[in-house]
């Protein structure tokens, strides 16, 4: 290969990595702004955004007013009033509990009604449907899945979490984007701590979800903490709210 060759080629994969983070410098929009500053937000909640950077978060998966949005596992509900707020009242949120977590949980069920029903947010959909068949209402812009997808490995299992995969492929819009934050896990653990330390290796992630067809587009590193050295579990008192976390962007093709 000639001097010139290998200089393009070097070049090219620069190009390709400024892509992928590209979009991670995405400023919020006047609504992802006013979404966060929302006064009906739990102080909870609000306790927690310098951690977990929420303007920051919408921003790179690109929600907007009007989008269809799919919160999959969505705990207490702090993306799911973000989404609300931010998709605005011709948009919809819908709160997507697997049912297997919905016969585990009663808490989680009565959370997840009770957001529904707070008049504050008009647009949230509460779903409870089994994993390895999930069904939507219609065709939606942005599926998020944040710090639970161990988790359907961990309770349900790898062909659980590519039927998952692969239902959200076929729930988004072309060019719908797919957004899975999780806890960063030792580099080639694969889905080893899944269950114990509740974490999954990112690069586990990726081949999962791009064997769905998915093309992942780019990554945030605002959740990156080095000082996580990935042998504790997340909940962990030394560790807990601030674990190394990988976000990742993932693309339905048009």
Not at 23 to 49: E, F, G, L, M, Y
Not at 166 to 185: E, M, S, T
Request: hydrophobic share 45%; net charge neutral; glycine share 8%.
């Amino acid at each position: 290969m000639s001097r010139v060759s290998v200089i393009a080629l070097a070049l090219g994969l620069a190009v390709s990595s400024l892509a992928l983070t590209a979009s991670a410098a995405t400023a919020p929009s006047p609504a992802i702004t006013a979404a966060v500053a929302d006064s009906n937000r739990p102080q909870a909640d609000k306790d927690r955004d310098a951690d977990r950077k929420p303007a920051e978060m919408l921003a790179f998966a690109g929600v907007k007013a009007g989008d269809k949005v799919v919160d999959f596992m969505p705990g207490a509900g702090y993306f799911t009033r973000l989404f609300a707020k931010a998709v605005g009242p011709k948009g919809r949120v819908y709160s997507l509990l697997p049912n297997e977590i919905a016969t585990r949980s009663q808490k989680a069920v009565d959370g997840q009604k009770a957001l529904a029903g707070d008049k504050a947010y008009g647009n949230i959909v509460p779903l409870v449907e089994p994993v390895n068949a999930l069904t939507f209402p219609e065709k939606v812009d942005v599926v998020w899945t944040s710090q639970n997808y161990h988790d359907v490995h961990a309770f349900m299992g790898a062909e659980a979490a590519a039927a998952v995969n692969k239902a959200i492929f076929n729930a988004l819009k072309p060019g719908g984007v797919y957004i899975v934050l999780d806890h960063v896990a030792e580099a080639g653990s694969g889905v080893r701590d899944t269950n114990t330390l509740h974490r999954i290796d990112p690069e586990t992630v990726k081949k999962e979800v791009e064997a769905a067809g998915f093309v992942l587009e780019g990554q945030d590193d605002a959740l990156h903490n080095t000082a996580d050295n990935h042998t504790l579990k997340v909940f962990d008192p030394a560790l807990r709210g601030h674990t190394d976390q990988f976000v990742f962007k993932f693309r339905k093709p048009k």
